[in-house]
């Protein structure tokens, strides 16, 4: 059925350069036949490389867009004739946010507002925003503005009349992603020790394929609305050093601000609104100012319930954790 949905249509995806991007437009590729698939970013540099590998001569449906979320008349230039759009452009390395705080609310949040905004007035049909544990219970700014973003995404449906659809996917950590521990510790893995801050960090933890395809599946079920949260695995930070180097000395450096212990995906106040749907839970809005349906065939969660990555009842092995990374290269 999705293959239907997403044939000859348009579609769009902010940050299209990323490491989500790159993998959402090589299953989109390899699956469907859109009319068009629209990289949006603002790194001319990562646009030429990536047309090295998806160029519009093998496939004429491919369009590169240079712009900034942040301005919203490239947007609606951008969106015009668009079917659907995933937005996965975002700020997201916690010190530089941190350091340079209104840079963070000018993308993560002012330009998420922006795409609301050109979404609705230029008759886009669905969006679907790309959002991260960090969001719940946020003590860092990064998880802060996405935080804000998921907020306006879900409201965005008061403002749409119908016309055009917002919905929010949230998931953890992606294997082998830029800027994730995995490459960090492959590169630290040659001086024969890795840098720990604390023994007792879990983390979620999913696959880019897993994320992308979650993603596309919820941008299908989608009425409006809804953030979908993923149930997938945790994994312990000391499995995951010593599925990496087990011959490699530990080093202790404690906590870094801004970070966790554990991650939340859902958390006790949201539980209230989720419900069950056999691979994923459906957070449902807190203030449905339009027509919203719930899901009915959906489980309500128990009082008090908690989707932590410490109470997961699926955990990677250290084996399963190695066959994961066994493909990861350090860029």
């Not at 809005?285 to 489980?299: H, I, L, Q, R, V």
Request: charged share 25%.
């Amino acid at each position: 059925m999705r293959k239907i949905m997403f044939n000859d249509k348009v579609i769009l995806i902010t940050g299209g350069t990323g490491s989500f991007g790159k993998k959402c437009t090589e299953i989109i590729l390899k699956n469907y036949k859109p009319k068009k698939f629209i990289i949006f970013s603002r790194d001319e540099l990562k646009q030429w490389e990536m047309r090295q590998v998806f160029n519009e001569k093998d496939y004429p449906c491919m369009r590169y867009f240079i712009g900034d979320i942040r301005n919203k008349d490239r947007l609606y230039r951008g969106f015009y004739g668009v079917d659907f759009v995933i937005h996965a452009a975002a700020l997201k390395q916690v010190p530089a946010l941190e350091y340079n705080p209104f840079e963070a609310v000018e993308t993560n949040i002012i330009g998420a507002q922006n795409i609301i905004d050109a979404a609705i007035d230029r008759g886009v049909k669905k969006v679907i925003f790309v959002s991260t544990d960090k969001a719940v219970n946020p003590i860092n700014l990064y998880g802060a503005t996405k935080l804000c973003a998921e907020k306006l995404f879900v409201a965005g449906n008061s403002y749409a009349g119908g016309r055009t659809k917002f919905s929010v996917v949230r998931y953890g950590n992606v294997v082998g992603s830029r800027g994730s521990v995995i490459p960090f510790f492959l590169k630290y893995k040659q001086n024969g020790s890795l840098p720990i801050t604390d023994v007792r960090m879990t983390r979620f933890w999913i696959t880019l394929e897993q994320g992308v395809n979650f993603v596309l599946s919820c941008l299908e079920k989608m009425q409006g609305g809804e953030i979908f949260v993923p149930k997938i695995p945790s994994m312990k930070i000391m499995d995951l050093a010593k599925a990496i180097c087990p011959e490699c000395k530990l080093e202790i450096t404690g906590i870094r601000p801004g970070e966790k212990i554990n991650e939340v995906l859902v958390s006790k106040d949201e539980a209230r609104r989720t419900v069950d749907v056999g691979n994923f839970f459906i957070i449902q809005p807190n203030f449905p100012f339009w027509d919203y349906k719930n899901w009915e065939n959906g489980t309500p969660l128990p009082d008090e319930y908690e989707y932590t990555s410490d109470n997961n009842d699926r955990w990677l092995s250290i084996d399963e954790l190695q066959e994961m990374i066994k493909h990861i290269k350090i860029e």
